[in-house]
């Protein structure tokens, strides 16, 4: 018998619908799609609540998805049911939820910024599937304009330069337009500054004149792809950017009503087509591309891939070096001390595969392990004093590729420990974290410290470390030097919470 | 180009109901169909004044200054309606009273009118008065404040009284005050038939009316009174009732209110025989009627309810030989479908071919226990149909079901309300069509879970899910799992059923989405391929042809020398053969003894071939208003099938008109060309029953041998 999945997506605009058939490791046939506006984003981005009407309408629509589902017989564990940027922003979030839950039994999973990233991505990467090698020869963008959001991946040679969730999109604008902008010239100037500042940020982390490739997705864009683009394959489409540009000059001067009668939209996305066109354009200008490559996919495919792909080991490590690119990249806009934070990176990995057993932590922890010794140290781009904190601040207030909010979190804790002698406990952030993660926090911050004793000279003189745990000790067998003098004094200083947390002595040889 | 030229789409429409009179008229026709004939000339004008004329009328107080496409007024059309009207009606009415009934008689099946019936039949007509119908009937007093209400569409006898002189009256509740006009009004009754069979000793037939027995017995109902006058008539009224589109979840009770309001709307229409001339006069005030809309009569009256005649057992050789249903040589009744559809289409054309495919269809899939949802659109269904049995049963075995039911279907309102409020009964999800819009679309979706994945049956037609009017209209339909088609279908649905805003389809076009749109792109199309060596094509076959932007578009396609076959039924406002606009389109009617329902339409598209069927006629209406679907048709055989079946319309020559620049119809004939004649139905029919035929004789010839191994 074969699968179906389902996914109900809860967005700015409206609540969509993709169910699908599984038809082999990673493939699938769409066999049901429904979209029905409501206006949540309009709600979220003007009074900050989602309103009562709004909550009824989506409860009516999750109903009647409901019904439409049963006709699939699909099984509640195979539904998917998230929220984008708007739900996310919303301060009733919670309320909603759960009358969404009491209402329609639907769990709702609140999908933040990041997230989507990681999700666009693999959709991305689904749908390109063989032209991956021009991502790799090029610096290219993968850039998603939403309602609430704009979801952006810059790219080195198909390396994972940065990740951007930016607080802008298509509702917003809109909004901004009809109250404080009043004209549409005012709001395009604003926008038009907006991504300027947004270029010019983005370009201490990937020089944007350099991106040849321009990749998309999206409802607005992909209509675009359909009236002025060319079909290169079923799922994607190529728009040259002079075509583009006279397209949405065109479509500028277009009223609502003229958008919905041309190209079969309903009025609120009729709305919003041009503006979100016009975003398209400005950041297309900043770059170099001289085409815009639109995918036929979403993030309701992401989520359906992460669903039913097998962890397939080598797409894995794919994604996780993706990951250290971006946190990599992260740490060379701070200037970090790139062979130090190499250093304890790998002496942190080799302490943790040593005590692989006697752990408890997943492969997971092992990654936020390995970002947080990556960046510990970025804070010292403000001051060298404290600059745990800073780091803490810093890693906290980024994105990393592929890690959400609560990844962040836990790693900016586990940074903010690697030196020090504050208890952690009384710690308001600390405290806030689930059980779980507190413990998370505890052990990965007493492997990052040992990491980063043994390195305190920052000169790498430690060229292999052989970890051995023999009784009640563990022993550090190092190679490379004999003069290890610092490294023991700082173990002696920072050795603390590992002795503490697991009950081993340790021993530097 | 300008002053392009259209016809009138009323006008037009009464030429259809002259041609429909013209196979009446025909002596190659049966005598009893060409009864039949009478009555669905004398229904399709009741429903046509109902509508058209009201409308018209409104339209003719509204907007004073509007003029359609063809420059008339709404008072000119009025006018020349009626003039046209009156032609008709008159020839309908002299050929069924002084040229059918006499022939009839002489094939032993006899009117006899209540002047002629003797002694016995005298006796008879007494009797079942007395018991039968005087119980029924209700005289309705004329001289209150407000004038009776006169149902629509129903006959009634209206009598003219007297006082006898020298009796006092007695006092009864029927008694006119209005001594200067005592005037009481009777309603036919609708629950016993109009015919009513006397007895025959000779072998013949006879039969009379009940508004004969009505007319003759008529004073009985007023004891003290002497009849004067008295006035067969019927009277259309305006049946045209916006419903509250915005009243949601209580659109039935908005429908409801809509029937009780249509009972007392305003009279368009009067039809009546040759009685009392003051009586004629009393009602033309007093139903505020003009001259115009008086439609009077010699002898009988009110042909649409004449159908039972027609039906009369025997009399074979009155009626048309019979025409099997056929069922489609690749199915076995006995399998499902489920197997022949995974590698192949299928075409069914009714009423050729049966009916049963299709109820065999639903009804597997309601038992079927893979089967996991059906979806269906019906528009014209009966209450009893097999149909909504399967629909039923399907819900109670645990399928999902939705049916999309359109209250809105012009006339079958009541009954729609009825049936599916059973059908919520079962557990089906009923849809009450789309606020503004018309379903008019036929689809039918299966989902069945297989052993290698979900798979969608999906069922097209140009004609409703109807198996009664299957008997009767030609239709064609398609069965098909084509997954592009099935993924159009799944979100068809969705769009109709409230799952979803609007969604561009892939292969299937849609109304009011793009339809009419994708129609006109096609013939621009043609048009870009068209050069004088290489002449595009098109040929369309449909009921009515009343969009102005889609005859625009053929105008310019003929001018590009496009060649465009057109058959159309019903309404044409194209004028074709006019220089500079139309000269290389040919239009054709075909009225035979199945009505044309089909919907075809072919594209030589530079070669690669398109041919779409479609529920959709080319009219504003059904490219706006409704929610209509064209499909391709894209299996190599069956494309084939139906070129072939579209260029046999065209060849046509002897149930065909051709329609002339100056908006006449002349009616094709074999010896205008000394050609050999073709009709088209007859040869539809014997195809089918040749292809049956070698079906049979194809059967294995193998001897079962009964003896011990």
Known sequence: MVALEAVLEIGSTGIRLMACEITGLGTWNV????????????????????????????????????????????????????????????RNRDTVLDRILVKTGFRVKVIDGIEENRLMYIAVLDALKESLPTLREHSSVIIEIGGGSTELMLMDHGKMAAVHSLRLGTVIIEQNQQTALRTQKDAHRFLEEFIRNTGVNLSTELKLERIKTFITMGAEILLAAHSCGTKLSDRIFSITRESFFSFVSEVQDYTP???????????????????????????????????????????????????????????????????????????????????????????????FDAMHKELGVSDHGRLLLEIAALLHDVGTYIRAGDHELHSEYIISHSDVFGLNKDDMNIISQVAKYHRG??????????????????????????????????????????KELIPELRGDNMILRVEGTQDTNLERIALEEKGDLFESVFGYKLLLN | MKNLKFFNRELSWIEFNARVLDEALSDEVPHLERLRFLAIVSSNFDEFFMIRVAGLKRKALEERGWKDASGFT????????????????????????????????????????????????????????????????????????????????????????????????????????????????????????????????????LFTLVDDVITLFGSQLFPGYRVKESLLFKVVCDADFPVDEDSGGNFIKAMKKVLQQRKSSLPVYLECNSGGTKLKAYLKQKLGLSADDIYSINGVIDASTLTEIAEADGFSELKYPVWKEYYPAELDPDQPMWDILKHKDILLNVPYQSFGPLISFINNASRDPDVLAIKMTLYRTSGNSPIIQALERAARNGKQVTAFVELKARFDERR?????????????????????????????????????????YVHLSTGNYNDKTARQYSDLSLFTTNPDIAND??????????????????????????????LLAKIEREIRFSSPENPGFIMAKMNSLADEDIIKALYRASCADVKILLNVRGICMLVPGIKKQSENIRVVSVIDRYLEHSRIFYFQNGGAEEIYLSSADWMPRNLERRVEIMFPVMQKDLCDRLKELLELYFRDNTKSSELQSNGSWKKL?????????????EILYKGFKKSAKAIDASQPLEFVVRRKD
């Open chain 2, 74 to 205: 709404a008072r000119q059309q009025l006018l020349r309606i009626s003039k046209r009207a009156h032609e008709i009606l008159n020839a309908q009415y002299s050929f069924l009273n002084s040229v059918l009934f006499p022939k009839l008689a002489s094939c032993r099946l006899e009117y006899v009118p209540a002047a002629s019936y003797n002694q016995e039949q005298h006796r008879f007509v007494q009797n079942l008065f007395k018991d039968e119908i005087f119980p029924l009937l209700t005289p309705l007093r004329t001289d209150f404040g407000r004038f009776p209400h006169i149902t629509n569409m129903r006959l009634h006898v209206a009598f003219l009284l007297n006082p006898l002189v020298d009796k006092t009256p007695v006092k009864m509740p029927f008694m006119p005050r209005n001594e200067s006009f005592p005037c009481a009004i009777v309603q036919v009754p609708s629950s016993i038939s109009r015919v009513i069979w006397l007895p025959s000793p000779d072998g013949k037939t």
């Open chain 2, 416 to 456: 729609n309300i009825s049936w599916a409020a059973k059908l919520e009964q079962a557990g089906v999800i009923v849809v009450y069509g789309i606020a503004n819009l018309k379903v008019h679309a036929k689809m039918l979706l299966v989902v069945r879970r297989e052993q290698n994945g979900i798979r969608r």
């Open chain 1, 421 to 462: 002698s504050k208890s952690l406990y009384g710690e308001a952030a600390f405290s806030a974290l689930s059980r779980n993660d507190r413990v998370l926090v505890l052990k990965l911050s007493a492997i990052l410290r040992v990491a980063d004793a043994l390195d305190r000279s920052h000169s790498q003189k430690i």
């Open chain 1, 257 to 351: 009503e003229e958008c919905m009668a041309r190209f079969k939209i309903s009025y609120n996305d009729a709305k919003l087509f041009g503006v979100g066109l016009l975003t398209y354009k400005l950041f297309l200008n900043l770059t170099s591309a001289e085409e815009i490559i639109v995918t036929d996919t979403s993030i309701r495919d992401g989520i359906i891939l992460s669903r039913i792909t097998a962890p397939n080991a080598e797409l894995q490590q794919e994604f996780f070096s993706q990951i250290v690119a971006s946190a990599r990249n992260l740490g060379k806009r701070y200037f970090f001390d790139e062979a130090h934070a190499n250093h304890v990176r790998y002496t942190a990995l080799t302490l």
């Open chain 2, 669 to 681: 004939s074999p010896a205008l060309n000394g050609e050999s004649p073709v009709r088209v139905q």
């Open chain 2, 489 to 518: 279908a799944t979100l068809f649905f969705n769009m109709i059923s409230g799952y979803s805003a609007v969604q561009v389809l892939n292969t299937i076009s849609m109304a009011p989405v793009n339809l009419k749109e994708n």
């Open chain 1, 31 to 90: 066999i049901d799609r429904s979209e029905m506006p409501v206006p949540i984003g309009s709600d979220v981005f003007t009074t900050g609540y989602v309103s009562k009407e709004t909550i009824l309408q989506c409860i009516k629509i999750l109903k009647r998805y409901k019904e439409q589902l049963n006709g699939w017989a699909i099984e509640e564990n195979h539904i998917q049911v998230i929220a984008t940027s708007a739900l996310r922003e919303a």
